[in-house]
């Protein structure tokens, strides 16, 4: 039996005698238990072949490179249908370039991100921000709302995105809820039809129920909150100011969250070194007991990463990375919880980063208009300042160094089996700086790989 464990919208073309050859970006993966996965990067498709006579069948066709195509084949139709076999004169090269065009280049949502304020309430023993008491200020938020304007009348956009920002951006509540109350009577007034979301990136302390139900009446919607496992670890590592437990209050916030039928997405982000490591089990189980059938939830995980503190603990080096990430799959599918890395990460254009986007801009309190979250001091990144009515002279240089990076001049990204999934913008301000990715393409492969056999 073949199982399509994601859904894509490609359809099937017939042509009858055509050859075939196995897709660069085809991963076929042979389960403990002799079942076989087959995985698209280039598609997002995953389908499992559980029965016997599938999967030697299946076995018997991918022992060539290249085979006939045969619309009488359910198996055959269904590898091409997704994409594990291409015609046989396809480019592959060019398929990517066309997913970069109509996926990033002629997206038409206009995503903004609102760094809010450079102050935190907690301060994480990793963290490698400067905790300044900067924060944006009411005519720094009327420009922008100037410039989602310009930009809808100009770019025809038929989407807006925010995603708020920090530092902890919830310290600044009450002007995002007054930001968002006036975007969304802007929009209701000059752009009818055009829609908005918003969403931010919280350690989830003052996400208290007051806070959660006015930001969600406003279409706030995504939460990325950090977690840093159980109470006794993460109340180690990300401590409030005052010395004082956080952990408690996030979870209590969380628990309010998912109390109510409202419509949002919670992506628990658990950064982990090997000291934390041990704990996940625990807090999994923990997370599947408390919040298991709620489907608002998933997980996502990363290693905790060196940020400039010297207070850094130990971190994984890139091996050590590896093992764990495909081990935490496990754990996180054995738990029944919906697990990002393994679903979100593996769909094509997943990976590239938002810096390289065209229609992304990250604004800040002294109202820079930058590409990437992660220097916001670099001159580089800086690509303009935004006057008061919305409008802002380019650095065209700058722009075009996080914008127009060309991936298919890359060996090493030609013969990577993720370049449908990050297209060689994994990290432009890697590139920028040292001029390539510093990615070793086998171990993405192998992580690929035992990610999706050990979640599947
Ligand atoms: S080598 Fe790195 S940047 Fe290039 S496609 Fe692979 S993962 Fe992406
Ligand atoms: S360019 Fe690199 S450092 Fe900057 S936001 Fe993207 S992934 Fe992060």
Redesign the pocket.
């Known amino acids: 039996m073949i199982t399509s464990v994601q859904e894509d919208t490609i359809s099937i073309v017939s042509i009858i005698g055509t050859k075939l050859k196995k897709s660069k970006y085809a991963f076929f993966i042979e389960k403990d238990n002799g079942e076989y996965i087959v995985y698209s990067s280039l598609s997002g498709a995953v389908i499992l072949f559980s029965e016997e006579s599938y999967i030697n069948r299946l076995k018997n066709i991918i022992k060539d490179d290249e085979i006939f195509y045969d619309e009488n084949d359910d198996i055959i139709v269904t590898l091409k249908a997704k994409k594990l076999f291409v015609d046989s004169t396809a480019d592959e090269d060019l398929m990517v370039r066309t997913l970069y065009e109509e996926n990033i280049v002629r997206n038409n949502v206009l995503d903004l991100m609102l760094v809010v304020t450079k102050q935190c309430n907690l301060r994480c023993t990793y963290c490698g921000q400067s905790h300044e008491n900067k924060r944006m200020e009411a005519d720094t938020y009327d420009s922008i709302i100037n410039f989602i304007q310009n930009q809808l009348k100009t770019h025809g956009y038929r989407k807006v995105q925010i995603t708020f920002f920090g530092g902890e951006p919830l310290m600044e509540c009450k002007n995002i809820i007054l930001f968002l109350t006036n975007l969304k009577e802007m929009l209701l007034s000059e752009f009818d039809g055009i829609e908005y979301t918003a969403g931010m990136s919280t350690n989830g302390y003052l996400l208290t129920p007051k806070n959660f139900d006015a930001l969600v009446s406003l279409n706030c919607n995504f939460y990325q909150i950090s977690v840093d496992v159980m109470d006794y670890t993460h109340d180690n590592t990300r401590p409030l100011v005052n010395g004082g437990r956080s952990w408690q209050q996030i979870i209590d916030n969380i628990k309010y969250m998912t109390s109510t039928n409202e419509k949002f997405s919670i992506t628990l982000r658990t950064n982990f070194n090997i000291d934390v490591a041990e704990s996940l089990i625990e807090f999994y189980k923990y997370v599947s007991e408390h919040f298991k059938s709620d489907k608002r939830i998933n997980i996502y995980y990363e290693t905790i990463k060196d940020q400039g503190n010297e207070n850094t603990p130990i971190i994984l080096n890139e091996t050590e990375e590896l093992v764990l990430d495909i081990d935490i799959a496990k754990i996180i599918k054995d738990n029944e919880l919906s697990c990002s890395n393994a679903v979100n990460r593996n769909m094509p254009c997943s990976r590239v980063?938002?810096?390289s986007k065209p229609n992304y801009f990250i604004f800040d309190e002294e109202k820079k208009i930058m590409?990437?979250?992660?220097?916001f001091d670099s001159e580089n990144n800086c690509i303009g300042l935004l006057k008061s009515d919305g409008t802002f002279n380019i650095n065209e240089g700058n722009y075009s160094k996080w914008v127009y990076s060309d991936y298919l001049s890359s060996e090493k990204c030609k013969n990577c089996k993720a370049l449908p999934l990050c297209l060689g913008k994994?990290?432009?301000?890697?590139i920028i700086n040292t001029g390539s990715m510093d990615c070793n393409i086998d171990i993405i492969s192998n992580e690929i790989e035992g990610i999706i056999k050990n979640y599947y």
């Open positions: 980063c938002y810096a590409k990437c979250s992660f220097e994994r990290c432009p301000r890697t």
